[in-house]
C-alpha cells in the first residue's frame, strides 16, 4: 500500500500565514518610515523577529508527534483553472526549520546594531523579505507556491551581498545569483513532468480534479522510471546548488566571503537547508525509486564533499573563507546521513540540519565581532587573543566543540545518528565519515589554537574590548540550545521522528504503474475552515 499523509487541523486561525507573513508586514512598516530614524527601524525589524519566533514557539507547543500529519494546515483555491492553491502546512521537520529561521533572523538583525550603518532602512526590508520567502518555502504544501517562494528568497539575498558586502560584492552577489537562478530554471521542467504526469492518471482513473499541485496528492501517483530519471536530475541539480554539493559548491565561499555577517548567518544558517529539504520534501517521497538507485552516487558525491571541504578548508588565510569551506564538508554529513535510507541516518541528517545552522551561524558571529574590533579576518593577524577577551574565548571555544562534535554539544548528536546509519549500509560510509569528523577537529581546533592561544603579540590586539552585553545576547540563546540539543536530545528527535519514519516508508516503496487511486486522491482527510 502507497503510504500517506493525513492532515490536522489545530486552530481556528491562520497561523502559518501570520507565521509567513509578519515579516513581509514588518518590511511594508519600515518603508514607510523615514531612513533617518535608524534606531526606531532597528527596533521594529527585531521586534517583528521575535514576535514571529514567539508564534513558532507557541506552534510547537501544539505539534502532534503521535503520528504524521501536514498540521495547522489551510487551503485556498489561488489559480484554480491550474490546479493551483494557497496550500500551507507543516510537520516536526519544517517547524524546526522555521524556529531556526525566525530565530537567526532575529539574532542577525541584533548582531547588526553597529555593524550596519548605512542604508539600514533598506537592509532590514530586505532581511524581513528574506524571511518570509525562507517560511515560505519551508510551510508550502502546493508545489508551484513552493517554487513561487524559492525563487523569491534569491532576492533579498543576492541584494543584502551586492550592497552590505565586501571588496568583491559584485562579483560574489552576481555568481550567486546566477548559479542559484540555473538551478530554479533546471527545476521547471522537472516540475511540470510532475503535473501532467499527474494529469495523465487522473484521465486514466477518472479522478474529478484532473490537475494539481498538491504534493501530498503527487505523492501518491506513480511515476515510470524513465520519467522519473529526467524529473530527479532536474531536481536534484536544482536542489544540489542550494546546499552546495560538489561540484556545485564554488559560489559558496566567495558569497560567504563578501555578504555581511548577518547575511553569512543566515546564508550558512538556512538557505542551505532549502537544498536539503527541497530533497526531504519533494524529489524523494515522489519519486523515490529512482531516489534509492541514486542513492551511491550521491553518498559517494557527499563523501567527495565531506572530505574535499575539509581539506580546502584546513588551506584557508581567512577566517570566513574557511569556514564557509567547512560548511561544505558539514553539509556533505547531511546528505549522506539523508541518502542513506534508514532511521538512524535520516533522523542525524535531519538533526543536523538544524546543528548546522546554530554552530555555523554562531562561528560567522563570531568572524564578525572579531572583524568589527580588528577589521580583518585573516588568521595570520590574530593570536593570543584570549588574555584580552576571555569571555569571547570562552564562546569561541564552546562554539569550536559543537562544530568539531564534541560530546555534550549538539554536533555530536546528529554525527553519532549519521554514523550508527553509515554502519547499517556500508563500513566504508562510515569509515569516511570519521575521517570527515578527524579533519573538521584539525581545521577548527587549528583555527583556534592561532587565533585565540599562544602569545599576544600584535599591539593592535591589545586593545580589544571583550563581549557586551547586545553581543553576548547574540551568542547565548544558540549556545543553550548546543547544550540542550546535546545533551537532552529526545525531544528535539521525538519532533523529526513521525516524519522521518514516513519519509523512509515512502522511500522503500516500490513502483507500481498500475495502482488505483486511493481516496486520499478524491477528498482531502481534513474539515479546513481557512
Known amino acids: ?218 505523492y501518491l501517483v506513480p511515476m515510470a522510471q524513465s520519467e522519473q530519471f529526467w524529473v530527479f536530475i532536474a531536481l536534484s541539480l536544482g536542489f544540489a546548488i542550494k546546499v552546495p554539493m560538489v561540484p556545485f559548491h564554488t559560489w559558496l565561499p566567495d558569497a560567504h566571503t563578501d555578504a555581511p555577517t548577518a547575511g553569512s548567518v543566515i546564508l550558512a544558517g538556512v ?85 548546522h545552522g546554530l554552530s555555523t551561524g554562531a562561528l560567522f558571529l563570531i568572524v564578525g565581532l572579531l572583524y568589527e574590533r580588528r577589521h580583518t579576518r585573516m588568521i595570520g593577524d590574530f593570536g593570543g587573543l584570549y588574555r584580552q577577551i576571555p569571555v569571547f574565548g570562552v564562546f569561541y571555544a564552546i562554539v569550536t566543540f559543537s562544530s568539531v562534535g564534541l560530546p555534550g554539544l549538539n554536533g555530536f548528536v546528529g554525527e553519532f545518528l549519521i554514523l550508527m546509519g553509515a554502519f547499517e549500509v556500508s563500513m566504508v560510509y562510515a569509515g569516511f565519515i570519521g575521517l570527515g569528523i578527524l579533519l573538521g577537529a584539525a581545521y577548527m581546533l587549528w583555527l583556534y589554537q592561532r587565533v585565540m592561544l599562544g602569545k599576544l603579540d600584535n599591539p593592535e590586539n591589545e586593545k580589544l574590548p571583550d563581549l557586551n552585553s547586545r553581543e553576548l545576547a547574540t551568542l547565548i540563546p544558540i549556545v543553550i540550545l548546543m547544550f540542550w540539543i546535546g545533551l537532552y536530545p529526545s525531544p528535539w528527535l521525538k519532533v523529526i521522528r513521525p516524519a522521518v519514519k514516513t519519509l523512509v516508508t515512502q522511500a522503500q516503496r516500490p513502483l507500481d504503474l498500475t495502482a488505483k487511486p486511493q481516496p486520499e486522491l478524491l477528498v482531502e482527510k481534513a474539515s479546513l475552515k481557512y
Open 1 to 218: 500500500m502507497i503510504p500517506s499523509i493525513s492532515y490536522q487541523s489545530q486552530l481556528s486561525f491562520p497561523a502559518l500565514t501570520f507565521l509567513t507573513f509578519i515579516p513581509l508586514a514588518g518590511a511594508i512598516i519600515i518603508m514607510f518610515i523615514r531612513q533617518e530614524r535608524k534606531d526606531l527601524i532597528r527596533m521594529i525589524a527585531l521586534s517583528v523577529a521575535v514576535v514571529d519566533l514567539l508564534l513558532g514557539l507557541y506552534l510547537i507547543t501544539l505539534l502532534r508527534t503521535d503520528g504524521h500529519y501536514m498540521q495547522f494546515v489551510e487551503k485556498v483555491p489561488w489559480i484554480p483553472n491550474l490546479g493551483v492553491s494557497y496550500h500551507l502546512g507543516v510537520d516536526g521537520i519544517s517547524l524546526l526549520l522555521i524556529l531556526l529561521t525566525s530565530l537567526l533572523d532575529a539574532i542577525s538583525i541584533l548582531s547588526t546594531w553597529d555593524a550596519i550603518t548605512k542604508r539600514v532602512k533598506e537592509f532590514m526590508i530586505c532581511m524581513l523579505i528574506l524571511e518570509t520567502s525562507v517560511i515560505g518555502v519551508f510551510v508550502s504544501l502546493d508545489l508551484f507556491l513552493f517554487y513561487v517562494f524559492w525563487e523569491v528568497m534569491l532576492v533579498p539575498m543576492y541584494f543584502i551581498i551586492a550592497i552590505w558586502g565586501g571588496e568583491r560584492k559584485l562579483y560574489s552577489s552576481v555568481k550567486f545569483f546566477i548559479y542559484t537562478l540555473i538551478g530554479s530554471l533546471v527545476m521547471i521542467p522537472g516540475i511540470l513532468l510532475i503535473y501532467f504526469n499527474y494529469n495523465q492518471y487522473a484521465i486514466q482513473h477518472k479522478l474529478a480534479e484532473l490537475y494539481t499541485f498538491n504534493l501530498l496528492k503527487l
Open 271 to 355: 538557505l542551505l537547508k532549502v537544498g536539503t529539504y527541497g530533497f526531504l520534501r519533494i524529489a524523494i517521497p515522489i519519486l523515490p525509486q529512482t531516489a534509492r538507485q541514486a542513492a551511491p552516487y550521491i553518498a559517494v558525491a557527499a563523501i567527495v564533499g565531506i572530505v574535499y571541504g575539509a581539506k580546502l578548508a584546513l588551506s584557508q588565510v581567512d577566517m570566513k573563507r574557511l569556514i564557509a569551506y567547512s560548511s561544505v564538508s558539514h553539509m556533505g554529513f547531511v546528505m549522506l546521513g539523508i541518502f542513506l535510507f534508514n532511521q538512524r541516518g535520516l533522523e542525524g541528517g535531519v538533526l543536523q540540519m538544524i546543528n
